[in-house]
């Protein structure tokens, strides 16, 4: 092969001429060349096209992955917080055995118990020696048993219902109400008395007086709404009184109270 530039001869396979540098390739296989170029610039294309498609598909994914993440998280959330809100709710208003006092029809005034009464007892046991009669003590209460437990309460006052675990009074010359009884119950006095704390207002007042009782006071609707609770040994003894906000006897009404949490905080 013969160099066309300069007519130096050269070898089959030279690619240039060595004298001129001018190239000898033949035009064919310059076309073959142009080829591979193409086909290799379009194979970059391609691959540079299909990894930024699956980095698409990647990013895809991944924001799916997170909402589903944050979506589930939220709906957890939700159901905690329901039933958080549910728990307080449930707490914050159970009456915890409470039960609640009926109205009953306006009766004419009555004698108080005299040292002859029937006997007033909650929780005797067949077998147990026969309960002493309700008395009248030196300070003008009328003191009667309930499980045990010596309780006290205004003469004024007389039993309207009774039942095996609760006893009912009401005031002959007022508005005032006593509901007094036993259940069982194993829990402290603080938490007892957090099951009433959603019946009075938040400016009530809230007591317990070691392991042994406690008691809540304040505004319930119209009422004035106090509870006083003595626990020992898996049973309470409680009693509740009641009296109008706007009630005359408002100041003799607060002194039975004392006295009464006085006497039955006496073990």
């Given at each position: 092969m013969y160099c066309k530039n300069c007519g130096k001869k050269l070898p089959d396979d030279a690619r240039f001429c060595d004298r001129c540098n001018?190239?000898?390739?033949?035009?064919s296989d310059k076309m073959n060349l142009i080829g591979e170029l193409k086909e290799e610039r379009l194979?970059?294309?391609?691959?540079?096209?299909?990894e930024e498609r699956l980095k698409k598909i990647k990013k895809i994914?991944?924001?799916?992955?997170?909402?589903?993440?944050?979506?589930?998280?939220?709906v957890i959330l939700l159901g905690v917080i329901s039933a958080v809100v549910m728990y307080i709710n449930i707490v914050k208003h159970s009456t915890f055995n409470h039960q609640p006092i009926e109205e009953a029809p306006v009766i004419t005034d009555s004698p108080a118990p005299t040292e002859s009464a029937t006997a007033i007892v909650i929780g005797g046991n067949p077998g147990d020696q026969e309960p002493a009669a309700p008395s009248v003590n030196k300070d003008g209460y009328i003191v009667s048993d309930i499980k045990g437990k010596s309780f006290a309460y205004p003469g004024s006052f007389a039993l309207k219902?009774?039942?095996e675990n609760t006893l009912v009074f009401e005031d002959t010359k007022g508005d005032a109400r006593i509901t007094a009884g036993s259940v069982v119950n194993s829990e402290t006095p603080k938490a007892t008395m957090m099951h009433y704390q959603g019946i009075v207002s938040e400016d009530g007042t809230r007591v317990t007086d070691g392991d042994t009782?406690?008691?809540?006071?304040?505004?319930?609707?119209?009422?004035?709404?106090?509870r006083f609770g003595y626990i020992k040994?898996?049973?309470?003894?409680?009693?509740e009184f009641i009296y109008p906000l706007v009630s005359?006897?408002?100041?003799?009404?607060?002194?039975?109270i004392a006295y009464m949490d006085s006497h039955l905080n006496k073990d």
């Open positions: 001018v190239s000898v390739r033949k035009k194979a970059r294309r391609k691959a540079k096209a299909i994914k991944s924001r799916r992955r997170r909402l589903v993440f944050f979506l589930v998280l939220g219902t009774e039942n009782s406690y008691y809540i006071t304040g505004q319930s609707g119209s009422d004035i709404y106090h040994d898996g049973i309470e003894t409680y009693y005359d006897k408002k100041a003799e009404y607060e002194a039975d």
